[in-house]
């Protein structure tokens, strides 16, 4: 199975960016369905950006026009930029896949990203 191993977190000013990165062990190409995910403290773990091995992409609301999530299967990896970063985007952020339409059950161990006020 393939796995995922996520990078890019850390800390970061209000109004700064990042860049996380999900590099999986194996090809992308059959993975339909890859996201992020966060986790706040205290709060439930939610889906931040989806991408489909058909082009399309679903975002939370919270981070529609600052967040943009891409794949590059050459080097089979998945991207979250994170523009525009505010202190209610902290968290520790997953990546996940799945080989079926918004079904995932991969999982990566997870990045923090924390963003100071």
């Known amino acids: 199975q393939v796995q995922l191993v996520e990078s890019g977190g850390g800390l970061v000013q209000t109004g700064g960016s990042l860049r996380l990165a999900c590099a999986a062990s194996g090809s992308i190409e059959y993975l339909t369905s890859m996201g992020w995910y966060r986790q706040a403290p205290g709060k439930q773990r939610e889906l931040v950006a989806m991408s489909t091995t058909g082009g399309r992409t679903n975002y939370a609301d919270s981070v529609k026009g600052r967040f943009l999530i891409s794949r590059d299967s050459a080097k089979n990896t998945l991207y979250l930029q994170m523009n525009s970063l505010e202190p209610e985007d902290t968290a520790v952020y997953y990546c996940?896949?799945?080989?079926?339409?918004?079904?995932?059950?991969?999982w990566g161990q997870g990045t923090q990203v924390t963003v100071s006020a």
């Open positions: 996940a896949a799945g080989a079926s339409l918004n079904i995932f059950t991969i």
